[in-house]
């Protein structure tokens, strides 16, 4: 089973960004995690992270070409308003669900909503790094039941 990790802009800039937030670790230590987990769970993992759309679409696609089974995606800030990142997701037929690191609900009005959502099968959100592994738990679910 392959499982692809997409995250979004400044997801770079963990440990670095909005401490009272995102916490202290760093984005490597989140790589780290996710790699952890997936040997756990006997997987194949790709970690991808870009702060350009057209990356994330292109790597989006990429899934498709490259037969991944899953797709677990945190947009950040493209969450709230990209429409080409939603008809991305929307095209793939696999098991995407959508991760944030704090509970967006919670946060800005403009973060309530999310655009992408609405084309994965499932949102963690407000777990901290957890979320990503929750996500690899339940997308190993979703793979096993298609």
Known sequence: MKILVINGPNLNFLGIREKSIYGN???WALVGLIEQKAKELKVEVE???SNIEGEIINTLQR???EKFDGIIINPAAYTHYSYAIRDAL???TI???EVHISNIHQR???RHRSVTAAACD???AGLGFDGYL???EAMVNLCNKS
């Open 134 to 136: 929750l996500a690899m």
């Open 25 to 27: 670790r760093d984005y």
């Open 63 to 65: 899934a498709y070409k």
């Open 108 to 110: 800005e009005e403009f």
């Open 90 to 92: 929307a095209s793939l």
């Open 122 to 124: 499932g949102q963690i």
């Open 95 to 97: 098991p995407k669900i």
């Open 47 to 49: 970690v991808f992270q």
